[in-house]
């Protein structure tokens, strides 16, 4: 069983369109993380989330964490092809070991 | 400030060789999490070392073995390789744990042939 839930697993659209992927759990988290990585590479944390329904900005993206804690989504917007990559999303439940999502492998097309 | 450092960052085994991997965290860190990253199976917590001690450990055959000096550097071994511990090995280093923030090396690929 898959604590954390990504939707969609795979993602392909042309730059300049927006996007939204989202990670779901039924458990709570105490905090929730959020990560890129390309082929060949490690995981490279994007942004943590804390707050039930905070919202955070890196630039054209957006994360937020749901208001019970369970889920979070990532928005982008104006999607460029240097955004391609796989995105992880992670669960921090006190001294327990994260908990990742199956990811989202997204492609921008030129 | 150094990233963390993973060696070698690709490797050719053997069906029934082991092998050693090696993690330098970043500075300051005293916790190294393994991972085994395959398409099929994503993300696979091994174990964690927190302070030379093992915290956490996933569920893996004890094939598969750890542990951390007191530098806070980490060593993962494999015995007996078998085809399907083809992966990339990742390791992610962080202040105190499991439940903050990690930072990730870039890995070592393991093909096993």
């Known amino acids: 069983t898959q604590l954390l839930e990504q939707s969609p697993q795979f993602l392909s659209i042309q730059e300049g369109e927006n996007l939204t992927v989202y990670c779901n759990s039924s458990?709570?988290?105490?905090?929730l993380q959020w990560y890129r990585q390309e082929p060949g590479e490690g995981p490279v944390l994007l942004v943590t989330?804390?707050?039930?329904?905070e919202v955070k900005k890196l630039k054209r993206l957006t994360f937020q964490f749901g208001d019970a804690r369970k889920d979070s989504s990532l928005h982008i917007t104006a999607a460029q092809p240097g955004d391609t990559g796989l995105y992880l999303c992670?669960?921090?439940?006190?001294?327990?070991?994260?908990?990742f999502g199956q990811g989202t492998r997204l492609t921008i097309n030129p | 400030k150094a990233g963390v450092t993973q060696t070698p960052r690709y490797l050719i085994k053997t069906r029934g060789q082991q092998v050693t991997l090696s993690c330098s965290p970043i500075?300051?860190?005293?916790?190294v999490s393994w991972y085994q990253q395959t398409p099929g199976q994503g993300l696979q917590f091994l174990f964690e070392?927190?302070?030379?001690?093992?915290?956490n450990k996933g569920n893996f055959p004890g094939r598969f073995s750890g542990r951390q000096f007191s530098n806070s550097r980490s060593e993962m071994n494999v015995s007996t390789l078998e085809l399907g511990d083809s992966a990339l090995y990742l390791c992610?280093?962080?202040?105190?744990?499991?439940?903050?923030?990690?930072?990730f090396g870039q890995g070592t690929r393991l093909t096993v042939v």
């Open positions: 500075s300051g860190h005293r916790s």
């Open positions: 070392y927190f302070s030379e001690t093992q915290r």
């Open positions: 992670a669960g921090a439940r006190g001294a327990q070991k994260l908990v």
């Open positions: 989330v804390v707050t039930g329904g």
């Open positions: 992610a280093s962080s202040v105190q744990g499991q439940n903050t923030e990690a930072f």
């Open positions: 458990s709570v988290f105490s905090s």
